[in-house]
């Protein structure tokens, strides 16, 4: 550690670094010089104060090591000033290939919130996103770790201003690499700067970046293909887009290829797509000449209600087709109906009802139901959500008192009035289905 602190020794520095980014590599020795000999304040002050490449990336690479190894350690490279250091290097004059590489490898491991907003707010982003474009295969690679490690901080302030950085266009040009550790990194990137925030996923679409999302759909590799299949569910929201910009047909049976697989979170996320493909009558018309009844219909009986949600989701949206309730009737949906309204879940009650109001415009399934009396069955939905109503109208009292007194809400408060609201949303679903 003297080597490492001299001044005087260039040549030494460089080697106790190498030193120091092996020793890291072990969890007993790197307890030992990042605890006990406070190692890390030294390999910040070679970022901050040396002129020499070598000994930045020797000392980039060492810390990359020492971040991978704890949280514990992640916060002792920031207490110091790493993340500061480490992109005061990328900003140098003409920073070499191999320097950015362990540099952005070392950003890259800072994984706790504090180190992402440190990144940001010192304007690391945007080097990032330069370096991106680099011939060196070894360099975007770490870049995309990079991007997917700053996309997880659960902040959308955070997420909108890295799309208005510019971080999608570089995303999409990774998306056209073939190494999959770039193609995974990347697309993870995507799926949650898309996940919530309608102005990124209008952001993707208007970069075209939906077309490339897609070209991946028929990956072999699952981790990859659950990335994809999530990025297109986010788009749900977006009316019509998978339509918009790729052959439907071709969509829907790849979405049919994976469903056929029979993997739960592939199933799950392809669902999602579903969900949203089916929204766009173009493509509820080929559905089911692609993607049997009988398989849809089994999703319904799945004992995950996210899956069943899903499921009767895709079926009321396919039953606004006349073609698509006769297939679907013949496909005993109405037994299925039935049994779902025997679930726990109230979400899948309210799905099931509003299939059922779907249902009603046929008269060979409104003749179907009246002989089995769902609409009785309906009338208890409705009744047993008029107590949820009768909450509601507590809550906005409690709500416009509240707002008299100038008192906050606390947030399982807030919770719970969002938990009402939804209900009673639900409430209204149900009365106009029974005015049918």
């Known amino acids: 550690m003297h080597v490492l602190r001299s001044g005087f020794n260039t040549e030494g520095q460089q080697h106790a670094s190498v030193v120091v980014a092996n020793l890291a590599l072990h969890s007993g020795p790197c307890r030992t010089v990042v605890i006990e ?130 971080v999608l266009s570089s995303l999409i040009d990774l998306l056209d690499e073939e190494d999959s550790h770039i193609l995974k990194e990347a697309a993870r990137a995507i799926a949650i700067l898309t996940a919530r925030i309608e102005s990124n996923k209008v952001a993707l679409i208007e970069q075209d970046g939906v077309r490339v999302v897609i070209r991946h759909m028929g990956t072999s590799d699952d981790d990859l293909l659950i990335q994809i299949l999530s990025i297109l569910g986010n788009l749900g929201s977006i009316n019509g887009i998978i339509q918009e910009v790729s052959n439907t047909e071709t969509v829907i049976r790849q979405l049919c290829y994976v469903l056929q697989m029979d993997r739960f979170a592939l199933t799950l996320q392809a669902m999602r797509c579903l969900v949203s493909a089916t929204k766009a009558s173009k493509s509820a018309n080929v559905v089911l000449s692609i993607i049997p009844a009988s398989m849809l219909l089994k999703m319904t009986e799945s004992p995950n209600a996210t899956l069943q949600r899903h499921a009767i989701h895709v079926i009321a949206n396919l039953v606004q087709n006349s073609e698509n309730c006769s297939i679907l009737t013949e496909g005993k949906i109405i037994d299925h109906l039935e049994r779902l309204f025997q679930s726990d879940n109230f979400d899948v009650i309210l799905q099931t009802v509003q299939c059922i109001g779907c249902l009603l415009g046929d008269p060979t399934a409104a003749d179907e139901m009246r002989r089995r009396n769902l609409t009785a069955t309906i009338v208890d939905v409705a009744k047993k959500a008029s107590s949820v109503a009768a909450d509601a109208d507590k809550m906005e009292s409690n709500r416009k008192t509240e707002i008299q007194l100038g008192q906050p809400k606390s947030k399982k408060d807030r919770n719970k009035n969002e938990q009402v609201e939804q209900k009673l949303s639900s409430f209204v679903l149900s009365r106009s289905v029974l005015m049918l």
Not at 84 to 101: E, K, Q, W
């Open 37 to 166: 000999d406070d190692v890390v304040a030294s390999l910040v002050d070679l970022l901050r104060y040396s002129n020499h490449r070598l000994i930045h990336k020797e000392a980039a690479a060492a810390l990359a090591n020492i971040g991978r190894t704890s949280g514990q350690y992640q916060r002792i490279i920031i207490e110091s000033g790493g993340p500061v250091a480490l992109i005061s290097v990328l900003r140098g004059f003409h920073c070499p290939t191999d320097t950015a590489i362990h540099t952005i490898r070392a950003l890259g491991m800072l994984s706790t919130n504090e180190a992402k907003f440190e990144i940001m707010n010192a304007g690391g982003l945007p080097l990032i996103i330069r370096f991106s474009s680099s011939p060196d295969l070894q360099l975007r690679k770490a870049c995309a770790t990079a991007f997917r490690n700053l996309s997880e901080l659960n902040d959308d302030s955070h997420l909108m201003v890295m799309v208005k950085d510019g």
